[in-house]
């Protein structure tokens, strides 16, 4: 059973940067792709970014685009988010999620627990 933890959040001020981390245990994450997903107070959870168990294709929504970076270190078993001029609105708990095919927002086999990003002045 592949089990995910994130770590790496926290409180950031607007233009900040941050890198989370998704550790995985229980199995090697090299079979699966990986998505990070975020869910602000009172919205629903969005699929932010997503690369595949390769690492040779990524995916970002628009409003990420060019500030934050997928990458994956298959020996070291994670994934991480770099994510750059932060802005209020990244503020979130962001999750981390595996699944057995090709990169998508949906479908998603393991879940990790969320980490809080706050990004405020």
């Known amino acids: 059973q592949l089990q995910l933890v994130e770590s790496g959040g926290g409180a950031v001020q607007p233009g900040g940067s941050l890198r989370l981390s998704c550790a995985a245990s229980?199995?090697?994450?090299?079979?699966?792709?990986i998505g990070w997903f975020r869910q602000a107070p009172g919205k629903e959870r969005e699929g932010v970014s997503c690369?595949?168990?390769?690492?040779?294709?990524?995916i970002y929504i628009d409003s990420v685009k060019g500030r934050f970076t997928i990458s994956r270190d298959n020996a070291e078993n994670t994934v991480y988010l770099q994510m750059n001029s932060l802005k209020p609105e990244d503020t979130a708990v962001y999750y981390c999620?595996?699944?057995?095919?090709?990169?998508?927002?949906?479908?998603?086999?393991?879940w990790g627990k969320g980490i809080l990003v706050t990004v405020s002045s």
């Open positions: 999620a595996a699944r057995v095919f090709g990169c998508a927002y949906y479908g998603m086999t393991f």
């Open positions: 229980g199995s090697t994450l090299d079979h699966y792709a």
């Open positions: 690369i595949s168990s390769s690492g040779a294709s990524t």
